[in-house]
């Protein structure tokens, strides 16, 4: 199969600390990984695509500042959310691309609370 | 950009029943439209998905039709089980690009 996890499942911070989510592609490698951020009954919002080896693709909105994305191997992207507070408490998803076709693979999510 | 419309927002039926989820898109150029089944607090899983040289897809009781002239696909699940609540997403995306969501439709089967 194609297996994507996300590291941590749930986190708790206080406001101000920064903290970093993981997205692996467990059993294929990932030229393109996409983060979404998804709030309590609401649709999955695309927040930037991760490319292995380049800058990150941020959305009109998002700040890339604020929502640091590295892709440093085929099979890691990790999202840093820096300087957290409240109001970036949501569910957060990533997806990876399987070589160069259509579907996207979800891992589980991670929800961030923020204090 | 994309921007993809779903109707709607929310559906129960009775258990046994058919149940129907529209979605519209803008982008002529989108070729790829998968359809995702969400439980609460767990990770999308990709139920179904129809290509544009496609008019129709079909597995099992659920099945996906689309109109590249309206710029519009469906979702069909007919016998509907309980086990079918959940959140359903469609969306739209041009071959390795990134995927638009629509807004999705919380289904509750009824018992």
């Known amino acids: 199969g194609a297996v994507v996890s996300q590291h941590p499942s749930w986190v708790i911070c206080k406001s101000g600390t920064s903290v970093k989510i993981e997205c692996r592609s467990l059993d294929f490698q990932a030229t393109t990984m996409f983060w979404y951020r998804q709030f309590p009954k609401q649709s999955l919002m695309l927040m930037a695509t991760s490319n292995e080896g380049s800058k990150a693709t941020y959305e009109q909105g998002v700040e890339k500042d604020k929502f640091l994305i590295n892709h440093a191997s085929l099979t890691l992207s990790t999202l840093t959310v820096t300087s957290a507070h409240p109001e970036d408490s949501s569910f957060y998803i990533c997806?990876?691309?399987?070589?160069?076709?259509?579907?996207?693979?979800f891992g589980p999510g991670t929800r961030l609370t923020v204090l | 950009g994309e921007n993809v419309e779903q109707h709607p927002s929310t559906l129960s039926v009775q258990e046994g029943d058919s149940a129907v989820i529209k979605c519209t898109y803008s982008d002529s150029a989108s070729n790829y439209f998968p359809w995702y089944k969400q439980e609460l607090g767990k990770r999308p899983q990709l139920i179904i998905d129809?290509?544009?040289?496609?008019g129709e897809k079909k597995d099992q009781r659920i099945a996906v039709t689309l109109n590249k002239t309206a710029k519009h696909f469906s979702l069909h699940i007919t016998e509907t089980q309980p086990e079918d609540s959940a959140v359903y997403f469609c969306?739209?995306?041009?071959?390795?690009?990134?995927?638009?969501f629509g807004t999705g439709t919380s289904l509750t089967v009824i018992p």
């Open positions: 969306a739209a995306a041009l071959t390795g690009n990134q995927f638009y």
């Open positions: 129809i290509r544009s040289n496609v």
């Open positions: 997806s990876a691309e399987r070589g160069s076709g259509d579907e996207q693979f």
